[in-house]
């Protein structure tokens, strides 16, 4: 199984209101990233995490994906 991460990425910071991003291109320096796409200069925050996270399971149980 193929997931491409770079056009999930893309999707996402092309349109970050709909995931509930603020803020795309600065990044996080406080206790508390809610808004932040970016928690520092080159990691995501847990959020975009959690949301790669259903994106991938959503794909592995989707009825096309075969083993």
Do not use: K
């Not at 996080?28 to 399971?57: K, M, S």
């Amino acid at each position: 199984m193929t997931f491409d991460s770079n056009a999930w990425f893309n999707m996402v910071l092309d349109a970050p209101s709909e995931f509930g991003f603020t803020n795309v291109t600065g990044f996080c320096t406080c206790a508390d990233p809610a808004g932040f796409f970016w928690y520092n200069t080159g990691h995501p925050t847990e959020r975009v995490h959690q949301l790669l996270a259903n994106a991938i399971e959503a794909e592995l149980r989707s009825p096309t994906f075969i083993m």
